[in-house]
Every structure is written in C-alpha cells, then in structure tokens.
C-alpha cells in the first residue's frame, strides 16, 4: 500500500518519506508512475498499481471518477508556482537529489543562503549556511555544490 500525504506546500509524504513536489504522474493501464520533473528520474525506480494507493485516508473508490482521482494525487506530489525550468519555486528554493538525500536549497528573507539535506532512508535533516561553509558565499544552485557542503 502506498500512502501519500500532503506534508506541506513544498512537500509530500509517501509512507513516511518527505519528497519535494516536483514529480508529475503518468499513468499507464492500471499502474502510476511518479516522475521527478527536474532531475528527471522515476521516484522508487518503479510503479504504484493503483489500488494500492492511498491520498491522505482516500481511496481510488472514494472519488467519483479516475481522473478526480488522479487530479488529487498530482496536487499531493505537483506544486505549480513561479520557475525557471530548472528547479526555481516560488522565491529562490531550488531542489536536488541524489540517491541518498533531497537538498532544498533556499535564501531566507535576511538574504543568507541556506540548504536543507534530507536523507532518503529515514527523512532525517542537516543543514548547512554560510556560517558553516565560509567559502561559499551566494546560495548553492546545483547538486554538485550541496553535496560538496559542510552540513550540521
């Protein structure tokens, strides 16, 4: 069973895992595939059938038609908003991954830089600043440079 929860604006929960909302659903037959729309990778590296789905306490039954259905599970894992094409969100957050973290990296409203590392596995959170990493002095913008940072 795949459980998927609304964590946040940013953010979706799928069994306990925090996932950035950037992935777009493809459906095929009875199966759906969640895609990360910047990195370009399928999600899990595989399918959902969807009977074994979950939205919140919803259930594909609970819905009228499929395409509710559906159209419910792309606003859980999609945020549509500001964007450049390259990860852009709403003012200046930008997100990453790799196959052991998601980084968000982001500009707080005093203009320091920041990036949050969250570890796939176990969702569990680091974070590095300019404090910590004193030669990098404007805000991470690629996935090279969150993983070459100092995190605490």
């Not at 969100?89 to 990296?105: C, H, K, M």
Request: net charge negative; aromatic share 12%.
């Amino acid at each position: 069973m795949a459980i998927f929860k609304s964590f946040s604006d940013s953010h979706f929960e799928l069994d306990g895992v925090l996932y950035p909302k950037i992935y777009d659903v493809k459906k095929e037959s009875t199966t759906i595939s969640l895609f990360n729309v910047h990195s370009e990778k399928w999600l899990n590296d595989g399918s959902f059938d969807i009977s074994d789905i979950t939205i919140e306490t919803l259930v594909r039954a609970d819905f009228a038609t499929e395409i509710l259905f559906l159209n419910e599970l792309k606003k859980t894992v999609f945020k549509k908003g500001g964007g450049n094409g390259m990860g852009l969100q709403g003012s200046n957050t930008l997100y990453f991954d790799d196959a052991t973290y998601v980084y968000i990296s982001g500009l707080r409203a005093n203009g320091d830089w920041y990036v949050n590392r969250n570890t796939i596995a176990n969702n569990t959170q680091t974070t590095a600043t300019e404090t910590n990493n004193g030669g990098q002095t404007t805000q991470p913008l690629t996935l090279v440079i969150c993983q070459g940072l100092i995190y605490s």
